[in-house]
């Protein structure tokens, strides 16, 4: 695969910024939720590279902090979710028949719904929370992958190859992990890249309402809800977090349309190659 300049550059800033994560506990200069009134609201300064909030806590130290709760969060509920839905999805499109049909039917109950609305629905009944946020997060999304995958494994399982073997006798587990599941990574790929972005808003989102991560935990879509208050005199405390969003957000669309079109598949930006468009 012949790496494109995009790609080069929009993975080489996503890795600083997971990095920046990892290494929060020595590059924070201060505690993240060191309250500290006699500082709050400062301007930049050399002890506090972007000022200090309402409370007097560093900014630039809970905007680290908050890239490993948000990051961590996504990529948990991404790979929870897509190993639920690679699993029924599998199932669901090399068996077929009534197995097939119940699947099918139960997800386009969960579809029903707009999928924030659903997700919200599900955190008010459980309880405000990020163990909460993340099981209905995981829940919903799931579900999309679920027909993906199927949609996938429906196409594949009638390919000569596919029939070939099944002639010589290979076990239907044996066709999953040797023949179909290596087919179906590449754009699986492509979409679970495009849908980490989708679930920092998600996350960031719910977590602004007051539904996911919970004060003082740093996180972004926490600290934007923290700054609202200040945004006409120190609009400096919602932009941070929510630059940085956008920052994440558009790179990793960067990293999957580079990847989908090395790999021939289209752009995903132009083609909306992603779960929640699949067709039914």
Known sequence: MKLQPKLIVSLTLVMLIVVSGLLAPWLAPHDPNLVDL?????????????????????????????????????????????????????????????????FMR?????????????????????????????????????????????????SIKTETYILAAKVSGTSPYRMM???????????????????VGWVIMDISALSFVGLGVQAPTAEWGAMINDGKSFIRSHPRLMIAPGVLIFIMVALLNLISDSFSESKGFGSPLRRKLKPRVTEH
């Open 38 to 102: 006699s500082h709050k609201l400062q301007s930049p300064s050399f002890s506090y590279p972007l000022g200090t909030d309402q409370l007097g806590r560093c900014l630039f130290s809970r905007i680290l902090y908050g890239t490993r709760v948000s990051l961590s969060l996504a990529m948990v509920i991404v790979l929870a979710s897509l190993g639920v839905g690679l699993v029924i999805g599998c199932l669901s499109g090399y068996a077929g028949g009534w197995v097939d049909h119940l």
């Open 177 to 195: 992990v040797r023949h179909i599941i290596p087919n179906i990574v590449p754009p699986l790929l492509v979409v679970v890249t495009l849908e």
């Open 106 to 154: 139960a997800s386009d109950a969960v579809l029903a719904f707009p999928s924030l609305i659903l997700a919200i629905a599900l955190i008010a009944v459980w309880g405000a929370g990020w163990k909460q946020m993340a099981i209905a997060l995981v829940i919903i999304l799931a579900v999309y992958y679920v027909r993906f995958v199927r949609g996938l494994v429906h």
